[in-house]
Every structure is written in structure tokens, then in C-alpha cells.
């Protein structure tokens, strides 16, 4: 693997670089300040070394030196010449005024930006300058000091101090890149690390691997913890629910041959008791019709479930025509006589909705099935078409929903509104409607009757069975 790609893939190796890269960059920016006091501390003590010297000329006699007391006083000073001034005129002098062209600095008027652009200028000049530097004295600020000097000596003082700054920071740098890496490797990578291989374990095998262990992490990481480890147990209850679906679906299956011949027997039984005279057989004979109806039902629905939807096939249908058709069917008895319901539609007869027509037939069909079970006298379907897409609205007149089961009132087995029922129906017309690539919803329940709220998208977009 190489460099690159161990960096790119490591969240520890671009921490440690990142970490590094911004100490230097918070240490240049603590550098240039530095370089330029640095230089105006050098002038500062040039300019104090240049009053000390020049009062010197008061100790001698008529105030005269000797060339040999000059050279010696600007030797020790570093200097070509010295100049002081007192209320502007000049009260000291040593060496020959200089008139040849040279730097003048004025620290009185120097500002921070100025002297930080001259202190890289001198760095980075190459030549040995002459420089005039004037300002107050550091002894006496009522005393102007110039004072002439070669660049030389200053630009070598100030690339030594700019190497021990930087052997400094480089030490600073790793040392506090090691100590930040290693603290957020312990509060931020490892954690997510682990997090990451509990992820890729739990993919693996989510019903083998265990759930991610509890933390008392109050922070960001802590609550993420605890949000995949919740995430996980849910993931696990779910797949649990769903490998007994599928052994109830499987089992279903293999047994759905055989109760459908034990219904037909008892439906041919049916037939001819019901062509008895017998009062006591006429008695029973609507009790005996609902049994046979209601287990044809519940098998019917579970293996409905339990089966893979075929893939939904899109095409244009008017929904008025549709809502007609279910209609006909609760009028032949598609329904038993005593739940019969009235099947109102408010749908534009020219309203084109892009669906599978078998499949939201079910649909359809479930919920007015499930309204009349309820106890629903009338059944209302409606439509409407907006910049969303379609809004279907199923609204009956019964009690309503319960609120106990309004949370589970689309998972299966457990959204029944009757005892005897399978809590399939609305599961089924979920999974028909998601299909779709729409949703469906309670829109409102109470006393007054419920409303189911179907929306579709109003275009033919692919889709793909449940």
C-alpha cells in the first residue's frame, strides 16, 4: 500500500499530519511578530550602545577625542558613525557624517505592518547595506540618537534567532502533535473505530454478532454509541419477527392445499344444509356462514402476506372507473349481507392515475373491507390531483380506531380492530402503496368515522414489487 493510500485510508496518519501542519502554521504566525521585535530590539539597543558612547566627548578635554578614542568607541558600539540631538540640533558627533546613499529607519514613525516587512527585507537581502537608524534614546527620550551600521551583523544575529525559533518550534510542534494525536486517538478514533467494526460485523452477521456494549459517554460519541447500539437491538427484534414470517409463509404454503379442501368440504357441505327445511339448521346457518367466510379470510390474507408481490406494472387507470368496479363487487356479495356497506365516490371521471391496477385494487378493496368490518355504514373514496402528486382519501362513518392500536395500526398482526382478525389487511395495503413509491397514513380517527390518506406520485416512475 503505498503512502498516499495508507493516508487517505487512515484516520490516525491524517490526524497526526493535520495536527502537526497547524502547530507550525500557529508557530510562523507567532514568528513574524517575533522576527520584527526581534530587529527593533537590536535598533533599540544600538541606539542606547550610540547615547552611552557619545557622552563620552563631555569627559574629555574641550570636549575633543582623539581619532584612536573614536574608532575604539565605534568599534565597540558597531557602528560608522553616531549623531546626537537635542530640541534639533546636534550636540554630539562621532565619525564622518555619512552622504552616500544608504537605509534611514525612523523608529518614532515605524509602524507594526512597516516594521514587519522590513524585518523579512533585511532576511532576505543579500547585500551588506548601510543602515541609519534614528529614534530616542532609550536612556533619555528627550535625546535623538542616529546611528549609522553594516546590515550584515544584524541579518546574522537574526537568521540565528530564526534557527533557534525554529528548532523550538519543530520540538513544540511534535511534542504537542503527539500529545493532542494520542489524546484523540483515545476520544475520537479509537471509539470509532470500534464503532466501525461492530458496523461491519453486525452487516456480516447482524443475528450472530452482539449488540454494541453500553457506554457512559455523555458527548457526541457516547450518544452515538448508544444510538447503534439501540439501532442494532431493534435491527435484531425486526429480523427475529421476520425469520418467524417467513417459517409461518413457508408453512402456509404447505398447508394451504389442504385447508382449501377442507373449505371447499365445508363449503359443499354448506350448500346442502342450506337447502334444509330444518328450523334448527336455519338457525345456524348464518353463524356457520361466517366461520367458513372468516377462515377463508385469515388463509387467504396470510398467504397474500407471506408472498413476494410481483413487480408493480404502471399504467394509466382512471381511478373513477376502479372505485366503480369495487363497488359492484360489494353489491354481489363480496362482503357478508350484515357488514354490506354504501360505496360513495367524489372522483373526477377523467382523472388519470399511473398505477398498477390489480395490486391497488387490493388496496382499495382492504380498506373499504376493513371500514365495513369496523362497523362502517358508508364508505367514501375521493381523489385529488396537486403539485405532490394524487391524494386518495378513504373516509368511512364507523367508531373509529382505537388509540391503543392507532402506533402498530400497519404492522402485521398487530393493527386488527376486531378480535378475530388478522392485523394483515392494512399491512398488505402498505406494502402495495410503498410499491407504488407512495405512502399511506391515518389521517384522522375518532367517534365520527377515520380517514385513510393515500399519496402517489403522478408520474410513472419505475417501481418494484415487496
Known amino acids: ?107 518614532s514613525q515605524s509602524m507594526a505592518s512597516d516594521m514587519i516587512l522590513e524585518a523579512f527585507a533585511t532576511l532576505f537581502h543579500g547585500a551588506n547595506r548601510l543602515i541609519e537608524v534614528v529614534g530616542p534614546s532609550p536612556k533619555d527620550s528627550r535625546v535623538m540618537v ?36 494520542f489524546a484523540l486517538r483515545m476520544q475520537l478514533v479509537r471509539p470509532m473505530q470500534r464503532i466501525t467494526a461492530s458496523m461491519t460485523e453486525f452487516r456480516r452477521d447482524p443475528e450472530e454478532t452482539p449488540v454494541f456494549p453500553a457506554t457512559r459517554r455523555q458527548d457526541e460519541i457516547g450518544t452515538a454509541m448508544r444510538e447503534l447500539a439501540a439501532m442494532q437491538q431493534d435491527l435484531k427484534v425486526a429480523l427475529k419477527q421476520k425469520t418467524r414470517l417467513a417459517t409461518l409463509g413457508a408453512t402456509v404454503s404447505k398447508v394451504n392445499h389442504d385447508l382449501r379442501n377442507m373449505l371447499a368440504t365445508a363449503t359443499l357441505v354448506y350448500d346442502a344444509l342450506a337447502r334444509s327445511e330444518d328450523p334448527n339448521v336455519k338457525k345456524v346457518m348464518p353463524t356457520l356462514f361466517r366461520t367458513i367466510d372468516r377462515a377463508i379470510t385469515i388463509c387467504t ?35 357478508p349481507a350484515e357488514t354490506l356497506p354504501e360505496l360513495a365516490a367524489e372522483i373526477d371521471p377523467d382523472l388519470m392515475v399511473p398505477l398498477d391496477p390489480n395490486q391497488f385494487h387490493r388496496v382499495l378493496i382492504n380498506l373499504a373491507r376493513n371500514a365495513a368490518e369496523a362497523g362502517a355504514k358508508r364508505v367514501t373514496i375521493s381523489a385529488s390531483a396537486g403539485p405532490a402528486g394524487v391524494e386518495i382519501l378513504v373516509e368511512d362513518d364507523g367508531p373509529g380506531i382505537p388509540t ?31 410499491a407504488h413509491g407512495g405512502t399511506v397514513e391515518l389521517a384522522r380517527t375518532g367517534p365520527g368515522g377515520s380517514r385513510f390518506r393515500i399519496l402517489l406520485p403522478a408520474t410513472l416512475q419505475a417501481s418494484s414489487g415487496t
Not at 511578530?33 to 544600538?46: D, G, L, M, N, V
Not at 558597531?78 to 552622504?99: D, P, Q, R, Y
Not at 376502479?322 to 353489491?331: K, S
Not at 376486531?418 to 402503496?433: F, H, P, R, S
Open 1 to 107: 500500500m503505498s503512502l498516499r493510500a495508507a493516508f487517505n485510508r487512515s484516520l490516525s496518519a491524517r490526524l497526526l499530519v493535520l495536527t502537526i501542519g497547524f502547530v507550525m502554521l500557529a508557530e510562523v504566525l507567532i514568528y513574524t511578530p517575533s522576527i520584527a521585535r526581534f530587529r527593533e530590539t537590536y535598533f533599540e539597543e544600538k541606539l542606547a550602545s550610540a547615547h552611552l558612547a557619545a557622552l563620552t566627548i563631555d569627559a574629555a578635554p574641550d570636549r575633543m577625542v582623539t581619532p584612536e578614542l573614536t574608532n575604539a568607541l565605534l568599534k565597540h558600539v558597531g557602528a560608522v558613525s553616531i549623531g546626537v540631538f537635542k530640541k534639533g540640533a546636534m550636540t554630539h558627533m562621532l565619525g564622518e557624517e555619512i552622504v552616500g546613499p544608504h537605509e534611514v529607519y525612523d523608529l
Open 146 to 181: 542616529s546611528v549609522v551600521f553594516e546590515e550584515a551583523p544584524l541579518r546574522k544575529q537574526m537568521l540565528g534567532f530564526s534557527k533557534r525559533i525554529l528548532g523550538l518550534s519543530l520540538v513544540i510542534s511534535f511534542i504537542t502533535a503527539a500529545l493532542v494525536f
Open 301 to 335: 390474507q396470510t398467504l397474500n402476506f407471506t408472498q413476494e408481490h410481483p413487480p408493480v406494472d404502471k399504467a394509466p387507470v382512471r381511478l373513477a372507473d376502479m372505485v366503480a368496479e369495487i363497488a359492484e363487487e360489494i353489491g354481489t356479495g363480496f362482503f
Open 404 to 434: 391503543g392500536i392507532q402506533a402498530t395500526l400497519f404492522m402485521p398482526f398487530s393493527g386488527s380492530t376486531k378480535a378475530a382478525g388478522t392485523g394483515l389487511g392494512l399491512a398488505i395495503v402498505k406494502d402495495l402503496v410503498q
